[in-house]
C-alpha cells in the first residue's frame, strides 16, 4: 500500500486566495482525519470523518474551514479566504475504527502539506 | 477536557545510552494511547499502540508502557543510536473519540 497521500507537498498563497488540499487515505481505512501543526499550538485535530460522515469538527478554527469526504478514497480541505495565520503543516491521517462505539485504531498520517499564506 | 503533557521539551543524550519519555495526561478513561516519531520536516511515523487494557507493547528496541490510573505512560529506548534522534510525540483518544497529541519531546542522541 501507498500509504497515506496528499497534495500539493508545498502551497504557497496569498491572502484571501482559496485553497484546497487533497487526501487519499489507505484503502480499506474507515476514518479520516484532518489535522494542523504549528509551532505555538503544536498538532491539532480540526476534522474527524468515519466511513465519509463528519463526526467531530469542533476543532476546525471558523467558517473559513470546510472539509469534505465525497467517497471513501479522497477527503478535501478548503480554506476560503486564506489568511496569512493559517500558515502551517496540515496533515491528514487515516485509520480502521475498529467498533460502533467507536474505538480508533492505529493512526497513519500522510506526509503532510506545507502552506504559507502571504 | 483532556490535556496530554511531554516533560522535557527537549532531551540530549550519548550514544548507546537507555532513556525514558514521558507522557502524562489528565482525564484516566482513554480508549487508547498511541506514540509517534516525527523528523523534521517529515509527517509521523507510529511506533507504538497500546489499547487501554493493556500495561506494554514492544516493538524492538522500544517498550511503551501505560498507567490509566495514574495517567501515565513511557517510552523506554534502549541502546540509543543517532538515528533515533527525532521529535517523539503521544496522544490519547478517549471519550467522545477525541484525540489529543502532547507537544512532544525533542530527542538528540549525541554521537
Known amino acids: 500500500d501507498a500509504g497515506v497521500i496528499q497534495s500539493p507537498r508545498h502551497e504557497v498563497t496569498e491572502m484571501g486566495q482559496e485553497v484546497t488540499l487533497r487526501c487519499k487515505p489507505i484503502s480499506g481505512h474507515n476514518s479520516l482525519f484532518w489535522y494542523r501543526q504549528t509551532m505555538m499550538r503544536g498538532l491539532e485535530l480540526l476534522i474527524y470523518f468515519n466511513n465519509n460522515v463528519p463526526i467531530d469538527d469542533s476543532g476546525m478554527p471558523e467558517d473559513r474551514f470546510s472539509a469534505k469526504m465525497p467517497n471513501a478514497s479522497f477527503s478535501t480541505l478548503k480554506i476560503q479566504p486564506s489568511e496569512p495565520r493559517d500558515s502551517a503543516v496540515y496533515f491528514c491521517?487515516?485509520?480502521?475504527?475498529?467498533?460502533?462505539?467507536?474505538?480508533?485504531?492505529?493512526?497513519?498520517f500522510g506526509p503532510g502539506t506545507r502552506l504559507t499564506v502571504l | 477536557k483532556q490535556e496530554v503533557t511531554q516533560i522535557p521539551a527537549a532531551l540530549s543524550v550519548p550514544e548507546g545510552e537507555n532513556l525514558v519519555l514521558n507522557c502524562s495526561f489528565t482525564d484516566s478513561a482513554i480508549y487508547n494511547l498511541q506514540w509517534f516519531r516525527q523528523d523534521p520536516g517529515k509527517g509521523l511515523t507510529s511506533l507504538l499502540l497500546i489499547q487501554s487494557s493493556q500495561r506494554e507493547q514492544t516493538s524492538g528496541r522500544l517498550n511503551a508502557s501505560l498507567d490509566k490510573s495514574s495517567g501515565r505512560s513511557t517510552l523506554y529506548i534502549a541502546a540509543s543510536q543517532p538515528g533515533d534522534s527525532a521529535t517523539y510525540l503521544c496522544a490519547v483518544s478517549g471519550r467522545d473519540d477525541k484525540i489529543i497529541f502532547g507537544k512532544g519531546t525533542r530527542l538528540h542522541i549525541l554521537p
Open positions: 491521517a487515516s485509520s480502521l475504527t475498529i467498533s460502533a462505539g467507536g474505538l480508533l485504531g492505529e493512526q497513519f
